[in-house]
T-cell receptor
Framework: AQSVTQLGSHVSVSEGALVLLRCNYS??????LFWYVQYPNQGLQLLLK??????LVKGINGFEAEFKKSETSFHLTKPSAHMSDAAEYFC?????????????FGQGTTLQVKP | DTGVSQDPRHKITKRGQNVTFRCDPI?????LYWYRQTLGQGPEFLTY????????KSRLLSDRFSAERPKGSFSTLEIQRTEQGDSAMYLC??????????????FGSGTQLSVL
């Protein structure tokens, strides 16, 4: 069985500060991992995905995530937070051993950015 | 490309009533997914279609739920005899996939269902 756990339901940072959103996964097969962002009243948008090509994955809006097998982690980072980054972020794993649209999502982390 | 659209945006119904939601995927996307999201939780997979064929349903999905995708274009999700526990955001997503790998999902804004 596969699962993801997001540590911290709410994260608050100051504008310009480092953003770190934590995600740990459990998978019996090599995982395909994703980060999605959800802005209020909008659909989920893909930020980035890990498909085993490279452990450091760069996404949109300056976000990146590093796959660490030894720690079963896929944490999302951004060097400098912007007010527009305030949203809910979801980590997800693709079910099974292929990269398909059937995903298991974490519970989400709400990012607050303070001026 | 107008994105994935879902209708209605909000639905309020009384317990025991039937409701139907519609999803229009991005044109020519061959896969369509339904997810459900309750407050404070991540989306949960319900079912998906490849063209008009429903390939998988979640074991958690009650028999009161049925989905169709006639002609492989838009899809409808019907909930019969709604219960208060059905209150949630119902999300639709579509993708264009050729060989079942490297899919990218495009999500709609969802239909918020409230069962009174």
């Amino acid at each position: 069985a596969q699962s993801v756990t997001q540590l911290g339901s709410h994260v608050s940072v100051s504008e310009g500060a480092l953003v770190l959103l934590r995600c740990n996964y459990s998978s019996s097969v090599p995982p395909y991992l994703f980060w999605y962002v959800q802005y209020p009243n909008q659909g989920l948008q893909l930020l980035l995905k890990y498909t085993s090509a490279a452990t450091l994955v760069k996404g949109i809006n300056g976000f990146e995530a590093e796959f660490k097998k030894s720690e079963t982690s896929f944490h999302l980072t951004k060097p400098s937070a912007h007010m527009s980054d305030a949203a809910e972020y979801f980590c997800a794993v693709s079910v099974g051993s292929s990269n398909t649209g059937k995903l298991i999502f974490g519970q989400g982390t709400t990012l607050q950015v303070k001026p | 490309d107008t994105g994935v659209s879902q209708d209605p945006r909000h639905k309020i119904t009384k317990r025991g009533q039937n409701v139907t939601f519609r999803c229009d995927p991005i044109s020519e996307h061959n896969r369509l997914y339904w997810y459900r999201q309750t407050l404070g939780q991540g989306p949960e997979f319900l079912t998906y279609f490849q063209n008009e064929a429903q390939l998988e349903k979640s074991r958690l999905l009650s028999d009161r739920f049925s989905a169709e995708r006639p002609k492989g274009s838009f899809s409808t999700l019907e909930i019969q005899r709604t219960e208060q526990g059905d209150s949630a955001m119902y999300l639709c997503a579509s993708s264009l996939t050729v060989n079942s790998t490297n899919e990218k999902l495009f999500f709609g804004s969802g239909t918020q269902l409230s069962v009174l």
